[in-house]
């Protein structure tokens, strides 16, 4: 397991040059010139190419990708063209907003999508099972932001119930409708796939076995099945959690939530390179990271898949 | 159905449990009716879907609903049919009266929880000790059941067993709270040859050490002839001949019976002797023809087997057959095809 750990995170330095380079590429045929962003219009060419200079953007792109590795590594992002502070701290001042965004939608889509599923499964064809299959087909085809917007209309404008938007205070409040935004498309992602593992796990030999030994229907259901069709379900959650928490962008533009996807959104109108590619690359080890959890995770919810040293020699 | 009435454990009279699926109602078991004694190994004899598995599983009520259901007919253990019980009752019931090992050892057991999870688990649902007295207990149950180096094994996973030995497992959790009956559904199917064995032997030394009797439900007739004490033979969900084992193989009075004692190989007969098959497919359980169901592939059949159903009936003492002609075969005025 140690072995298998070690492996994953070094597998994260291909990819982190990989994303870096993909990122450098783009921004650098855009035609824009950072130096007249910074200085705006009426600077002198002298001072353009002076600041071109110390920005070291006059240099060919490999040498500039070069000093931004370098400096990467030693964990340091870079300055935003825009603020003219470093990206570091730009982004660990907006980061604790965007995973506290994260948590509470993760907590909606754990509770509200596992439920669903387990009762879809359980009260296969009945009334709940068609409600919950109605309203997670609508929620997977609904677009975030539109989601958003009419929940703002509603809960927002007409009914006055909730704020429009932004952080305000910090009070529950202002994340209800965010979070659920953010949470829609994946809860009924996750309520659709618990149905299905439920159902798969419950048609299973060994849940035979279990009613056998006259164990009641919630341990056999929330003990021998529940464990077995968790295992993909974990995986999606997993994979949810690493997006969600490097940013989510729409929901975040819309409600205004001063997050990191909001951030990297506003640097990418503003052509600030090093908070878009800082920001990537935060959100993409997050990713990494998250998915490794949740291959330990795994491991721990069936251990036929237990890792063992010998597989690491083969 | 016997006269000797008195230490009767089971009695299931007249169970019908149909299917409902889209293309028709499966009258998977029809009206089964027999008994089972104290101590005794009652055999269940009969091709795939002759309606075995789910008379088993009938008497435990595991019939998966829908689209199952027991429609008819009842199930008397103790005094109290099994059908009357509630969901509280059934679960006290399960596992500690009547207790079941099944086909397929490799999925019976659930692969997420250790061994010792599933054993301690069938316990502790019956009985109220500690976790340190019910440990104690798996323990001596899978030295009972002989696993090797017990304390490694109670750790392990069911994928690091082999079959025969998630088999032994599976019968050290049947056999936890000492039921009176065993119900063991193929259970060596899925086995080799030289585990089959091992397990059987096994199976019937717990019988005699726990004093239960044993349900064996297969379509091996040499199992049957080994172990069963009566035999019921069953043929699209019905009882066909119902009696004590040597009647079965020496003397068998139904056409399907007599059938299937000429379909298997025998040392008792000749090398070269040919093996002879049953005529036909059994019919389909959706579509049942009028009168006897075995009809179509009866070498004996006659028109009053084509508009009545014949009556599961006590030809000689302890010997029940559904058929017309069971008596002319007992006179010796029908004689048996060879």
Redesign the interface.
């Known amino acids: 397991m140690f072995y298998y750990i070690v492996r994953r995170i070094l597998q994260l330095i291909p990819v982190v040059i990989g994303v870096t380079l993909i990122l450098f590429l783009l921004l650098y045929i855009i035609p824009e010139d950072p130096a007249r962003l910074i200085l705006q219009k009426g600077a002198t060419p002298e001072a353009l190419a002076n600041l071109r200079a110390k920005l070291g953007i006059d240099k060919p792109i490999y040498v500039q990708y070069w000093r931004y590795m370098k400096n990467l590594f030693s964990g340091d992002l870079g300055t935003s063209y825009r603020y003219q502070r470093s990206v570091n701290s730009i982004l660990a001042e907006h980061y604790p907003y965007s995973i506290k965004l994260a948590l509470a939608a993760i907590i909606i889509e754990i509770i509200i999508g596992i439920f669903t599923g387990i009762i879809s499964a359980v009260k296969k064809y009945s009334f709940w099972d068609m409600l919950a299959t109605i309203s997670t087909t609508l929620l997977v085809c609904v677009p975030v932001y539109w989601l958003g917007m009419v929940m703002q209309v509603i809960f927002g404008l007409k009914l006055g119930l909730l704020p429009m938007s932004g952080y305000g205070d910090g009070s529950i409040r202002y994340y209800i409708m965010p979070a659920l935004a953010l949470a829609s498309v994946s809860t009924a992602y996750v309520a659709r796939m618990m149905r299905s593992t439920m159902l798969e796990s419950l048609s ?3 849940i ?10 919630f341990k056999v259901i929330g ?2 099945a529940l ?2 069709a968790l295992i993909p379900v974990v995986t999606l959650i997993g994979l949810d959690l690493g997006s969600i928490m490097g940013g989510a962008i729409l929901t975040e533009t819309v409600f205004n939530w001063p997050g990191v996807g909001r951030t990297v959104y506003l640097a990418i109108l503003q052509r600030d390179a090093p908070v878009v590619i800082g920001g990537t690359i935060v959100l993409v080890m997050i990713f990494v990271i998250m998915n490794l959890l949740v291959d330990i995770l795994y491991a721990w ?4 898949i237990r890792f063992e040293k010998k597989e690491i020699n083969v | 159905m016997d006269s000797s009435g008195n230490n009767k454990i089971l009695e299931v009279n007249n169970l019908k449990t149909y299917f409902y699926t889209d293309g028709g109602i499966v009258k998977a078991v029809d009206g089964v009716s027999f008994d089972l004694k104290v101590m005794e190994t009652l055999g269940i004899v009969g091709e795939t879907g002759s309606g075995k598995s789910v008379t088993a ?1 009938s008497i ?1 009520r ?1 019939i998966p609903q829908p689209p199952g259901k027991i429609v008819e007919g009842e199930i008397i253990f103790d005094g109290k049919n099994i059908l009357d019980m509630d ?1 509280k009752e059934l ?6 009266k009547i ?2 090992i ?1 086909q ?1 050892p490799m ?8 061994i010792g999870n599933q054993l301690m ?2 316990i502790l ?2 009985k109220k000790i500690t976790k340190k007295e019910c440990r104690e207990e798996s323990y001596r149950l899978l030295e009972l059941v002989g696993i090797p180096d017990i304390k490694r094994r109670f750790e392990s ?1 069911p ?1 690091e067993f082999s079959g025969g030995m998630r088999q032994r497992v ?1 019968i050290a ?1 049947a056999i936890a709270n000492s039921p009176s009956i065993l119900i063991a559904d193929e259970p060596t199917t899925a086995l080799d040859v030289t585990i089959q064995a091992q397990i059987l032997e096994l199976m019937d030394e717990l019988k005699e050490k726990t004093k239960s009797s044993i349900i064996i439900i297969t379509h091996d007739l040499g199992v049957v002839a080994k172990y069963a004490d009566r035999v019921m033979v069953m043929y699209a969900g019905r009882p066909v001949e119902f009696s004590q084992v040597d009647n079965i193989f020496y003397n068998p009075l139904h056409p399907y019976t007599i059938g299937l004692m000429k379909s298997i190989a025998r040392l008792d007969h000749g090398k070269n002797e040919k093996l002879k098959p049953i005529e036909g497919t059994p019919p389909s359980l959706i579509d049942l023809p009028e009168g006897c169901v075995f009809r179509v592939r009866c070498e004996y059949a006659e028109d009053e087997c084509k508009s009545q159903y014949p009556p599961l009936s006590e030809i000689e003492p302890g010997h029940f057959v559904s058929c017309f002609r069971a008596k002319e075969f007992l006179s010796g005025s029908l004689v048996r095809n060879k």
Do not use: C, I, W
């Not at chain 1, 035979?208 to 229907?217: E, F, I, N």
């Not at chain 1, 919810?301 to 036929?304: A, E, M």
């Not at chain 2, 679960?91 to 500690?96: H, I, P, T, V, W």
């Not at chain 2, 999925?107 to 250790?114: A, G, K, R």
């Open positions: 299973n030999d060994y035979v076995t279990a009613y056998a030994k006259g164990l009641s229907q003990k021998h464990k077995n919810l069936d251990p036929r | 599983l435990l595991l969901k679960q006290d019931f399960r596992g500690n207790s079941m099944f397929d999925t019976s057991l659930n692969p997420v929880f250790t688990e069938a649902a019956h996973y994928h599976m959790m």
